[in-house]
């Protein structure tokens, strides 16, 4: 393929996919033989493998600028038009599932992909085209409103990403300020922000009714295929967590506030894990990637080829500016089975970080989408594809010397602990908004309330000192999952905790890199137990888990914080 830069963009005609769908659609219905079918569909999926890929020039683009006219329009349209083509998809599924051939393909494809079909012609439906085309229209509002936030800070224009090394500063004082700034920043646009997610909230709860549900919350969890388990097993997975892992991640941060000779950690502390300052990367952005691709090319021969296909056709954009929305993301191309990652590089930890997490994504992409039969067979739900980015976070371990030189220790110590300390906050996002779509008609006041008591109740350490906007629970809002993602932010916790487990076989027998890529090559041809299962992973959502977990990364910090 071209590089990302050089590759073309065509906004596909809606009348022409239209066309060219219902060809291939009449094709399957005429197919006299199942190699006649199999063939029909797997024309109507190339046509969306185009489609998607287009859609993905322009977002990618639109994201790398959000002040780019040309793909901010391209964006507009994809808005409208995506909802109306799901409508010709959803048509394609309901005839797979009326075949006189559906055993073959359920041979062929496997038994997911057809309760995913099922689901699909529960949730598609064109009573909720336009209040899924006015969330659409709100979420990329929201990213473009974020994108263009700054402020002055000691004499340096900065948005959310550029104060993060000052949030780092081993001056107390520095740290303050810029957290302050930091927050003020969404001080500032909280009513805009309030305001959209009010509508949003609104829209997602006419789309659950319009389909015959009785809350959102119902709606989400078969949206988000969770099919193997309720909102009452995930009730019990926060309170294990609250259970088990809060009070390890307290005395983690007591030990922190004692190393930095501190009675009590503030909220602008917790980011400084050590006294003289926080492990950085050497180099270049461009010294980084290529220090990335030694480490995997020695990692093995797969991720090797993987991240050698990365570079050679230079699928980043990973340097902040002005415009460019934030975060961090790995999507996909599938006309080219070619991942691309995006990231706001600044200088701190978080740049290897990303290099790792959004690289496991992108690896398991790449791998499964050459052995899988189909593209939409390569990735699985949340749930299992965050396994495959923090289990690469850990398994970089042995190379992070090429980023921190001797300070590779501290880096990998802080970063195993946060990982753990990072889960009690995922939960927190979760029943937050379980706490607000079971209350629909509750306001911002209503939703700074909820943030602050169930903040409390995971994250007991928390400080707001000097921010009345984070004391009174302006917190949550700087969580984009909760505009653009709903529902998605449990995910990350369950899956840290199954690359917990693979992390472990790692350590206590040597054979997690196997098992891994056992993972990845299942893609998603199974349901999330069975994924599990044959990947060798226990089941996150039982307590027993939790607590084990719990105890395990209790104990291999110690072994980590020894060697510093």
Known sequence: MQQFKDLEYTRPALDAVKKEFKTHLSEFR???????????????????????????????????????????????????????????????????????????????YGEQMFKDLEIQQKLVNFRIMLPSIKENTLSTRYAKVTAGCSTEFRGEKCNFYGLLRHMQSTDREERREAFLAWSGMYERIAPELDSMYGELVRLRCKVARKLGFSNYIDYVYLSRGRYDYTKKEIEKFREAVRTYIT??????????????????????????????GNPLPKGTPDELVEKAREMYRELSPETGEFFDFMVENQLFDLLT????????????????????????????????????????????????????????????????????????????????????????????????????????????????????????????????????EIEKKYMPWRHYEGSDFLEGGGFWMQKQHIFLFPFYYVDYALAQLGAFSLYRRQVETGDAWEHYLSLCALGGMYGYFETLEKAGIPRPLDPETVRSTAEFVSAQALKFKEKI
């Open 30 to 108: 005429a197919a006299g033989s199942f190699e006649k079918a199999d063939a029909a569909m797997k024309k109507w999926n190339d046509l969306m493998a185009r489609v998607v890929t287009q859609y993905t020039i322009a977002y990618v683009r639109n994201t790398m600028d959000t002040n780019d006219e040309f793909y901010a329009a391209e964006i507009r349209y994809y808005d409208t038009t995506l909802p109306k083509l799901m409508l010709l998809i959803k048509k394609c599924g309901k005839t797979m599932l009326a075949s006189p051939y559906l055993p073959e393909f359920r041979k062929a």
């Open 247 to 276: 009070p390890v991640c307290a005395r983690m941060y007591a030990e922190q506030a004692e190393r930095l000779g501190l009675s009590e950690l503030q909220w602008y502390d917790e980011s400084l894990v050590y006294p003289e």
């Open 321 to 452: 500016r002005d415009g460019k929305r934030q975060g961090g993301y790995c999507t996909s191309l599938p006309e080219y089975k070619a991942p691309f990652i995006f990231s706001n590089f600044n200088g701190t930890s978080a740049d290897i970080d990303v290099l790792t997490h959004e690289a496991g994504h992108a690896f398991e992409y790449y791998y499964a989408s050459r052995r899988l039969p189909l593209n939409d067979l390569s990735q699985s739900t949340s749930e299992i594809n965050e396994i495959h980015s923090m289990t690469m976070e850990m398994l970089t371990y042995p190379y992070m010397d090429k980023f921190f030189g001797d300070q590779a220790d501290r880096y990998r110590y802080a970063h195993f602990c946060d990982a753990l300390r990072t889960i009690p906050y995922l939960v927190s996002v979760d029943e937050f908004q379980h706490r607000v779509f079971e209350n629909p008609s509750s306001g911002p006041q209503d939703w700074r309330r909820y943030w602050r």
